[in-house]
């Protein structure tokens, strides 16, 4: 992937605080479901204590977490404690060079002790997500299934997104979940479903198991006119789409009014009027239209 990350200075980061506060703010809009995602979450200092924070807010009624996995052995039942309802785990190969090359500096193991730790403690709602690209881990596509049913686990492929550059094309590794789809159904009895996580994904459930594949197609289906979400990253940017740059800053509302509420919900409410009807996702393009990323906003 070859994604260069910079670490923000501790002042231009969201406190614990300020982001627990943020999910709050949220809440009190009429927001029920919250996910935690990065970059890694799981490596900030004291995240035990803002998972129990916002566990503790009445009207979130489900807390979910992606993670890369590394850190899930030492957090599990921190997380178990807080009550996450569900993890999702990045794992783009079971190859330990492969897995090393995508991350660059991943550790294959640490990542399978993590979903071992979680299934041993009781997680029940485990999902793999997975992008796939042409020429790289496409071939795994079979094997992450079967490791999915062995572990009995759900998981989900992604195509690819044109998120920040990169030193490739996009179109030569792309690779459209109709392809991935077509190449499960020669291997798996695979049943269509009406089964919705709140997510984008489209689910297929394997025969005779209880893993369910999903598919989450920003390309080859675009979802825009179901999409619900929006994204604050740890600088306290509010995203209203993935595919697009605009955005609200929270942060400087959070500090300028560390006792009133009211500013900060008029903003994100103010902010929903412009929410864009579409992502702009285009793989012929030689430079992307959305420079930064996954990492920066989350998945």
């Known amino acids: 992937?070859?994604?260069?990350?910079?670490?923000?200075?501790?002042?231009?980061?969201?406190?614990?605080?300020?982001?627990a506060r943020i999910v709050k703010i949220f809440a009190s809009l009429g927001v029920t479901k919250v996910r935690i995602t990065g970059g890694e979450p799981l490596?900030?200092?004291?995240?035990?204590?803002?998972?129990?924070?916002?566990s503790t807010i009445p009207t979130i009624k489900e807390i979910v977490i992606t993670?890369?996995?590394?850190?899930?052995?030492?957090?599990?039942?921190?997380?178990?404690?807080?009550?996450?309802?569900?993890?999702?785990?990045?794992?783009?190969?079971?190859?330990?060079?492969?897995?090393?090359?995508i991350t660059r500096v991943g550790d294959l193991n640490k990542v399978l002790k993590g979903i071992d730790k979680a299934i041993e403690i009781g997680f029940s709602n485990i999902k793999l997500n997975t992008v796939l690209m042409r020429?790289?881990?496409?071939?795994?596509?079979?094997?992450?299934?079967?490791f999915a049913i062995e572990k009995k686990l759900d998981i989900s492929f992604i195509e690819e997104m044109p998120l920040g550059n990169i030193d490739h094309k996009r179109k030569d590794t792309?690779?459209?979940?109709?392809e991935i789809l077509k190449k499960l159904q020669a291997h798996f009895n695979l049943i269509p479903t009406t089964f919705n996580s709140g997510g984008p994904a489209k689910y297929w459930q394997l025969a005779n198991e209880t893993t369910k594949i999903g598919f989450i197609s920003p390309h080859s289906?675009?979802?825009?006119?179901?999409?619900?979400?929006?994204?604050?990253?740890?600088?306290?940017?509010l995203f209203l789409c993935l595919g697009q740059e605009e955005k609200i800053e929270l942060m400087p509302l959070l500090r300028q009014f560390p006792n009133e509420d009211w500013p900060?919900?008029?903003?994100?409410?103010?902010?929903?009027?412009?929410?864009?009807?579409?992502?702009?996702?285009?793989?012929?393009?030689?430079?992307?239209s959305v420079v930064r990323f996954m990492s920066h906003t989350g998945g």
């Open 174 to 178: 792309f690779i459209s979940n109709d």
């Open 67 to 101: 993670t890369n996995g590394s850190q899930l052995s030492q957090h599990a039942e921190m997380l178990k404690k807080s009550h996450v309802k569900r993890i999702n785990i990045s794992l783009d190969s079971l190859d330990d060079a492969l897995f090393k090359k």
């Open 43 to 54: 490596v900030r200092k004291n995240i035990g204590w803002f998972f129990h924070k916002i």
């Open 221 to 237: 289906h675009n979802f825009c006119d179901t999409c619900n979400r929006v994204r604050v990253s740890s600088k306290g940017e």
């Open 264 to 288: 900060i919900q008029k903003a994100i409410i103010e902010s929903m009027m412009t929410k864009p009807k579409a992502h702009d996702f285009n793989l012929e393009r030689s430079k992307p």
């Open 1 to 19: 992937m070859n994604e260069d990350i910079e670490f923000l200075p501790r002042d231009e980061m969201l406190s614990l605080e300020e982001s």
């Open 135 to 146: 020429h790289s881990n496409d071939h795994e596509a079979i094997n992450l299934v079967n």
